[in-house]
């Protein structure tokens, strides 16, 4: 007969397991889908979807390889969390090929190739995300118009995904027509063309993208984890705080720090992302460098740099200083 | 009546400080005692069994050399080895290994009494008037403290630490006397039957623990999930005018251990060397704080020897778990073998499956053999369902860990160099400071068997640093002799050189000496030939 050394079973305390604790971030995804869904494009459930089988898939094929019992790998579900993730960040009009790229890329070079759960260094989802802006980046950066959509059949969308080549011209689709950029992109044209831009033009234009409205909802279903215990506030308050200061104090675009906030993926990653304990520094004070230094770079990123949104190289960078952060702390907890 | 009577009046009469807050730490489901508690009828005396078993063993799990022989007849109380005590009137039958209470189901050499039948009852306390009982308490602490090594007392609380090593390693004085009423762990209820059925022995032994040690206050802890016990006591306390205050604790694993308890009363955080785990240099024993922590059962035990001069030989010893039928507290006399316990309580387990522990659900572990028997460490004995493993799944890096671990280590970082076997970063990291709570396993999403890991990491730790120390006592030794032979040689090599100085000089001497004896007799002899 088994004897335990600590009898964890007689000690009744309800305590979340991995598996709990990922269906929680799932649970909490949900608003923000939906509402991406309804403003942005539906899509994103297609492409959700399909990562979340493929990765499933990819998971299993990578412990089938490695040698690793597939069940219990692919359990914990941390990595449909991912695949969710990553559906969420690229485009929904992404042609399926090239998701599943990105999703191959995730769940072997983010993740397998370090030994799985809890090995990996940078967040899976991004690596893939990274991946797919590289290689691709013409469709990376093409979203669709979110009033314009309205004008064709979900079938008609569905069928320009499935194609090999969505600029291929004899799909027919006038894609300026129908296409255009984020605010974030359309903003950076603009200045990139020495326009000033008007305030209240700028503002209608985040809200009326939906965007805002996503981030609400996104930072909604965070705010239940934070509730649940799930997530700490140190990460997406430490994110936001320093994104909202960078643009308060620095940005040249006329768009209040107050919207800035609610564009682009900023929730979801301060939220969803970020927070991803396997590759976030692992006390909370690394946790508030680790944060802040997302939420600077990202601002950073989104204001200098060569693409319009940039969180997911924030994170990978942030990442890659991790190790740095978790040993200055432990020195600096030990001399104390 | 000693003279800081008066200042300690005023003492008792302040109101008790609010407690402070320790870090980390688990609130646990008490319902389970609150079912041992109202079921029993107060604590109930075991009978005593034909045959005890007393483990030949001191707190560090050395093995001591018995002081009887076989066929001897020994009187309750009388003294069978160093420390150790005969718990019942009886005849010695054997001298031979058998199993103790051990994790790992060992054996150890006992000491094996065929009990007589006419031992005399257990009478209960008596409990005298006030005035009666502060004379008894004067009379006691007048005399020198080594009295109390017939009591062998040691503490109650699960750890069996020798109460009077713990007052005497005090040596610059103790300030602060805690006494723990708090329970370590949810299932165990001994101290708080004992506080529902016999709260004024506990309150005089209290008083004379204050009186022994002198102390400059005395806090009681009791936590907030026990107020009727908390009454009990206090209104004692008030009648015999004990000089301590009780100060309500909440109700947070593990406020019952001795590091947190010293935490939230005097809000001091000792890295607390643990005396299994004297690796880390820097740390401190809270007797060098002048901080003396004692269970209340010890104080109860106090009180029998001051009242009718008994050693402690039987505690108090919850029966629980989810499959125990009679939950219940039994006042059990040391060396009761625990399948005795069982039986006598209607208890015994009626199928092969369960469990029986003994100790908490976290501090405690599975019993190999029911043999075994009871000892001042057994606060309780449970019956559990059969155990389903989970396995341990990848650790996620939550941190959850770190948020409840009392003395604020980093598991998951301990772990991960628990398991390579790094023993300096473990040191590093303060692995000794670890209490061995369980509170980390409890909460980690990934099942992962922390505490187990610190607990062979820390004994490895300790098994090496004795043979570091070994290994440089004779590195020491080797280097005394090579100094005392190169200090003999060179001794040896200045008497020489003296002695031959010395003839030399003498030499020298005798010439010139020689010289001028010819020098005067030729002076002489010029001299006389001028004459
Ligand atoms: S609680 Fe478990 S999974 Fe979380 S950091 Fe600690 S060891 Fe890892
Ligand atoms: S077992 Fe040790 S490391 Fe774990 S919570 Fe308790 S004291 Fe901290």
Redesign the interface.
């Known amino acids: 007969?088994?004897?335990?050394?600590?009898?964890?079973?007689?000690?009744?305390?309800k305590?979340?397991?991995?598996q709990?604790?990922m269906l929680w971030v799932l649970a909490a995804l949900l608003p923000g889908v939906f509402v991406y869904a309804w403003f942005i494009s539906p899509l994103v459930f297609f492409n959700i979807a399909l990562a979340a089988v493929l990765a499933v898939v990819f998971e299993a094929l990578a412990l089938y390889w490695r040698g690793q019992a597939i069940h219990?790998g692919v359990q914990?579900g941390?990595i449909v969390v991912a695949a969710v993730l990553l559906a969420l960040a690229v485009p929904p009009l992404l042609p399926f090929w090239q998701l599943a790229v990105g999703v191959f890329i995730m769940v072997m070079l983010g993740k397998q190739v370090y030994g799985?759960?809890?090995?990996n260094p940078f967040n899976p989802a991004m690596v893939g995300y990274a991946a797919l802006l590289v290689s691709f980046p013409q469709t990376m950066t093409l979203w669709s118009a979110p009033d314009l959509l309205n004008q064709l059949t979900l079938g008609h969308l569905l069928n320009a995904k499935l194609s090999l080549d969505l600029l291929n011209p004899n799909l027919l689709i006038d894609w300026d027509g129908i296409t255009r950029a984020t605010p974030l992109e359309h903003l950076r044209t603009l200045k990139m063309q020495g326009l000033s831009v008007d305030q209240n033009l700028a503002q209608q234009q985040f809200i009326s993208s939906g965007w805002v409205w996503t981030n609400l909802a996104f930072l909604l279903g965070g705010l239940l984890l934070l509730y649940r215990r799930i997530i700490?506030w140190h990460i997406p308050a430490s994110v936001i705080l320093s994104f909202a200061l960078c643009s308060l104090l620095f940005s040249a675009q006329n768009v209040p720090w107050y919207l800035s906030v609610f564009s682009g993926a900023l929730m979801l990653g301060a939220f969803f992302i970020a927070t991803d304990?396997?590759t976030?520094a692992?006390?909370?004070r690394g946790r508030l460098v680790f944060g802040a230094g997302i939420g600077a770079l990202c601002f950073i990123i989104r204001e200098f740099g060569g693409y319009p949104e940039g969180f997911a190289f924030a994170v990978l960078l942030m990442n890659l200083c991790v190790p740095l952060i978790d040993h200055i702390d432990?020195h600096w907890g030990?001399s104390a | 009546m000693r003279v800081r009577n008066a200042w300690r009046k005023q003492f008792s009469a302040e109101k008790p400080r609010a407690p402070f807050s320790f870090h980390g730490g688990l609130k646990l489901d008490t319902s389970k005692r609150a079912l041992t508690r109202f079921n029993s009828t107060g604590i109930k005396e075991l009978p005593l069994p034909a045959k005890l078993v007393v483990p030949l063993i001191d707190y560090h799990k050395n093995n001591i050399e018995p002081l009887v022989n076989i066929q001897q007849t020994v009187s309750r109380g009388q003294i069978i080895a160093p420390g150790i005590i005969s718990p019942a009137y009886g005849t010695v039958s054997v001298i031979e290994p058998c199993e103790f209470i051990h994790p790992g189901g060992l054996s150890v050499n006992s000491v094996v009494i065929d009990t007589h039948a006419n031992n005399s009852e257990n009478p209960p306390v008596s409990i005298p008037s006030a005035k009666a009982a502060q004379a008894m308490i004067n009379s006691f602490a007048e005399q020198p403290i080594e009295t109390l090594e017939q009591a062998a007392l040691v503490g109650l609380g699960g750890a069996g630490f020798p109460t009077l090593h713990k007052i005497k390693s005090a040596n610059n004085g103790i300030h602060t006397l805690i006494i723990n009423a708090a329970e370590c762990e949810p299932e165990i209820a001994c101290d708080e039957a004992l506080m529902l059925a016999e709260p004024e022995a506990i309150a005089l032994g209290i008083e004379t623990l204050v009186q022994l040690t002198q102390c400059q206050q005395c806090i009681i802890a009791i936590e907030d999930s026990k107020p009727l016990a908390q009454q009990q006591l206090s209104e004692a306390i008030n009648t015999f005018d004990v000089n301590a205050a009780i100060m309500t604790i909440p109700t947070r694993y593990p406020t019952g251990a001795e590091t947190t308890l010293i935490e939230v009363v005097t809000g001091k955080r000792l890295a607390y060397r643990n005396a299994n785990s004297p690796t880390t240099k820097s740390q401190t024993t809270p007797s060098e704080h002048g901080i003396v922590c004692i269970n209340i059962g010890t104080a109860h035990a106090l009180w029998q020897m001051v009242e009718r001069n008994q050693a402690l030989d039987s505690r108090v010893v919850s029966l629980g778990g989810s499959n125990m039928r009679n939950p219940c507290n039994v006042r059990v006399r040391f060396g009761t073998p625990v399948n005795f316990v069982l039986s006598a309580t209607d208890n015994t387990p009626d199928n092969a499956h369960t469990r029986i522990r003994a100790g908490g659900p976290l501090s405690g572990f599975d019993l190999h053999s029911l043999n075994a028997p009871i000892t001042a460490n057994t606060n309780c004995i449970l019956a559990e369902a059969a155990f389903i493993e989970t396995p341990a799944q990848p650790c996620i890096r939550c941190g959850q860990c770190a948020d409840v671990c009392p003395v604020k280590l980093l598991p998951q970082q301990l772990h991960w160099y628990a398991q390579s076997e790094d023993h300096d970063k473990c040191a590093q990291l303060n692995l000794a400071a670890c209490i061995e709570c369980g509170c980390c396993d409890l909460v980690c999403p990934a099942s992962i068997k922390l505490t187990e890991t610190f607990r062979y990491a820390k004994s490895t730790a300790r098994f090496l640093s004795e043979q570091n120390q070994k290994a440089d006592e004779a590195e020491q030794r080797f280097k005394n002799r090579e100094e005392r032979l190169k200090q003999r040689e060179a001794d040896r090599k200045a008497a020489i050189e003296k002695r031959k100085q010395a003839v030399k000089s003498q030499d020298k001497k005798t010439n010139t000496d020689r010289i001028k004896a010819a020098l005067e007799r030729a002076r002489t002899k010029q001299k006389s030939s001028k004459d």
Do not use: C, E, F, W
């Open positions: 007969m088994l004897k335990p050394i600590l009898d964890t079973q007689a000690v009744s305390l305590t979340l397991n991995t709990h604790i219990g914990d941390s799985g759960l809890g090995n700490q304990p396997v976030a692992s006390s909370n432990m030990t």
